[in-house]
């Protein structure tokens, strides 16, 4: 007995003293990662905060040493539309930096470009325009108002000539309002119609076990099509056919008015597959004045102004031109709203508690007479966009507000719109799809067919667990079905107040139906075509004032207050985003859809080509 107790005590002994000495082992090697990674970590946090003073120290040399740009006479204003383009864009230098590390396009602003003509059409010393158009993208409501400020510029007496080595059909639209659009003797115009394509997940949802369950109101409101159907609606096709007909004959009277050929002339253009044919079928069809290698225009331009040297200016020395307008004490608000409604401020977009904040501002100050609210958005969180439409309303009180419809303005775009006093639209904006819809994955297959999870619950009340990981009941999707239908009630009411009809009238022209801007003119949903100036110039009127200056919402921040943000944390993101690459958009995705509210007011995204 005592032997065994004997024995026992040593076994144990030398047990603890086995784990003693595996425990020294181990502290003594947490003890050196945890020196080791204090090492590297100090080594990347100095080498991090000393590349962040750096960049405090260049961008702020950079921002002290910006010059006014002063044109000599015949200066030709070289006008590069070369990336996709924004409706603002901020003073962002990490931004910058990133795009330049990643070799990207920084994208440009549709509010400076426009800008940037008027500036050229005012200055005595811009002669003409030399348009360039390559890598160009944006959607056509964009490419009308750039267009049609162009066209304004002709109208001061100057030139504009375009060139391209290829020409998209959207760069070729632009570029028609030219005096004379040259292309590359090896280049083409890709001139053929519009198409819109759509892709459907249905059957890779069903193989991965996934069902997608839809709540919704309105026969038209094809944004839940793609995960219920495997091709579209004869509803989705229908509008789709009509709008898309509409942007299309939009194109085609432009071209008409500019080019001298006739609408039917264009269609049968139209159907020759110009981009598979050479340069001189463009010359034959009367679409290019000429073909010319890109070293040739120098001497085309120098020719056209007379000089014996060619001056260009680029859009930032055009806009850094020294203006001699004086500051107005009236003032017109330009809140510009664009990307998805959020109800949270987890991604870019239109947050509405910062949307509000703006308009609160806008309010208080006494100086500012009337908002012209430029959306573009495709609509997005139902409850948000109540929100912002309950404090328009309350603006409207003191000051009249005109919407100017970008892109899109359609669902919660719409939603956000509809209550202004005065609504302005570009022909080809996508609007109205007045109509609501809840989605809800069911991914209990693929948890228990595919991966052999199984799941169970204990909860105490009827609706105290709607998931992603089980079929909804009947009782819930009752439920679900019941808040959809209250808040497509409530959104066709808002439009009903907002543009003086009976709400009868709304349901039928609503259901969820995309109209172009075109279209919803003529059924009432928008008072007048055009764009951000003929809106300012309706709140002009409104407000009664003939002097104004118009003041840009939300403001542009100084750069401290830039360097600041992204030394807090923003430029972690951005730099987790360089290193990560091209899966980061993935983490993106799934935040962005964790962010999403049940009920949702949007659109899908509707690509023309």
């Not at 983490?587 to 999403?596: A, E, F, Q």
Request: net charge negative; proline share 2%.
């Amino acid at each position: 007995m005592d032997t065994h107790h004997n024995l026992h005590s040593i076994t144990i002994y030398n047990y603890n003293n086995d784990l003693n000495d595996k425990q020294y082992t181990i502290n003594n090697m947490k003890q050196f990662f945890k020196t080791m990674f204090a090492c590297i970590l100090g080594v990347f946090l100095s080498g991090f905060l000393g590349s962040m003073i750096m960049l405090f120290v260049l961008v702020g040399m950079a921002a002290t040493s910006t010059t006014t740009y002063i044109p000599v006479e015949n200066t030709i204003f070289k006008l590069e539309l070369n990336s996709s383009v924004v409706e603002t864009t901020s003073n962002d230098p990490m931004n910058e930096i990133i795009n330049s590390l990643s070799n990207k396009q920084t994208p440009l602003a549709l509010n400076k470009i426009l800008k940037a003509i008027d500036v050229a059409k005012n200055n005595d010393k811009i002669s003409g325009i030399y348009l360039k158009t390559d890598g160009y993208s944006a959607p056509y409501a964009t490419s009308e108002a750039i267009r049609r400020k162009l066209d304004d510029f002709k109208k001061s007496g100057k030139f504009i000539i375009s060139y391209n080595d290829f020409y998209s059909q959207n760069q070729f639209y632009i570029s028609t309002v030219s005096d004379s659009t040259f292309l590359n003797p090896m280049g083409a115009v890709s001139f053929s119609g519009l198409a819109s394509s759509y892709m459907f997940y249905k059957k890779a949802l069903d193989k991965l076990g996934v069902e997608v369950q839809v709540f919704r109101v309105g026969t038209f409101k094809s944004a839940v099509e793609p995960f219920i159907l495997d091709k579209m609606s004869e509803a989705n096709r229908e509008q789709v056919s009509v709008y898309m007909n509409s942007i299309w004959n939009t194109l085609l009277n432009d071209i008409s008015i500019s080019k001298g050929i006739s609408v039917d002339s264009l269609n049968s253009i139209a159907n020759l597959g110009l981009e598979f044919q050479d340069g001189e079928a463009s010359i034959k069809t009367g679409l290019i004045s000429g073909l010319k290698y890109q070293q040739d225009m120098d001497s085309i331009l120098i020719k056209k102004t007379g000089v014996k040297e060619l001056k260009t200016a680029s859009i930032d020395d055009i806009l850094s031109i020294k203006e001699t307008t004086k500051e107005n004490k009236n003032k017109i608000a330009l809140l510009y709203a664009s990307g998805d409604i959020l109800s949270s401020n987890d991604s870019d977009g239109i947050y509405w508690v910062n949307t509000i904040a703006e308009i609160k501002k806008i309010k208080e100050d006494k100086d500012v007479k009337a908002l012209v609210f430029r959306v573009n958005s495709p609509g997005g969180s139902a409850f948000a966009s109540e929100q912002i439409w309950n404090a328009i309303e309350d603006l409207k009180k003191t000051k009249p507000v005109v919407v100017s419809m970008g892109d899109y303005a359609a669902s919660g775009g719409y939603y956000i719109s509809c209550n202004a006093n005065y609504i302005v639209a570009e022909p080809t904006t996508i609007t109205g799809s007045i109509g609501v819809f809840g989605l809800i994955p069911n991914a209990n297959k693929l948890l228990t067919d595919k991966l052999g999870l199984s799941i169970d619950e204990v909860k105490t009340n009827k609706f105290g667990n709607i998931t992603y990981f089980q079929p909804v009941t009947e009782a819930e999707g009752a439920l679900i079905q019941k808040s959809v239908e209250n808040t497509y009630y409530t959104f066709k009411k808002r439009c009903a107040d907002g543009r003086n009809l009976p709400i009868d009238s709304i349901a039928a022209i609503a259901e969820g139906r995309v109209w172009t801007g075109e279209n919803a003119l003529n059924i009432g949903l928008v008072d007048e075509l055009g764009g951000i100036d003929k809106a300012i110039s309706k709140a002009q009127e409104l407000a009664a004032v003939t002097d104004y200056s118009i003041v840009e919402y939300p403001k542009e921040k100084e750069l401290i207050d830039i360097l600041l943000e992204e030394f807090s944390g923003n430029s972690m993101m951005k730099i987790k985003q360089q290193i990560i690459g091209e899966e980061y958009k993935y983490i993106k995705i799934v935040d962005y859809l964790r962010s999403l509210d049940k009920i949702q007011a949007r659109i899908e995204p509707v690509i023309i080509k």
